[in-house]
Nanobody
Framework: QVQLVESGGGLVQAGGSLRLSCAAS????????MGWFRQAPGKEREFVAA????????YYADSVKGRFIISRDNAENTVYLQMNDLKPEDTAVYYC????????????????WGQGTQVTVSS
């Protein structure tokens, strides 16, 4: 089992940057692909970015491609989401999640979820 704890959310002006972190418990972190999802009020949870178990293969939603970067440090059991050039439409609760699939953009393939961290982008 994996427990995930996100941090790094907050309030930022449009054009600014934030770096989200997700710390995982357990010694099997490298066995999981990791993903970031977000959910805005009144909207469904949507995929943001994912990274394979080992290596640098990544996927991004079109809406964040070129602005967000997902990375992981398996030695530190942590996955990051660097968010640059933030826009008001990026406002949402951001969740990290762990999947036993090699990599996935579908939230249904993720087995473990963090509690979420709020990101608010003001215009």
């Amino acid at each position: 089992q994996v427990q995930l704890v996100e941090s790094g959310g907050g309030l930022v002006q449009a054009g600014g940057s934030l770096r989200l972190s997700c710390a995982a418990s357990g010694r099997t972190f490298s066995s999981y692909a990791m993903g970031w999802f977000r959910q805005a009020p009144g909207k469904e949870r949507e995929f943001v970015a994912a990274i394979k178990k080992i290596g640098s293969s990544t996927y991004y939603a079109d809406s964040v491609k070129g602005r967000f970067i997902i990375s992981r440090d398996n030695a530190e059991n942590t996955v990051y989401l660097q968010m640059n050039d933030l826009k008001p439409e990026d406002t949402a609760v951001y969740y990290c999640a762990a999947s036993q699939w090699p990599i996935s953009t579908d939230y249904k393939n993720y087995n473990y979820w963090g509690q979420g961290t709020q990101v608010t982008v003001s215009s």
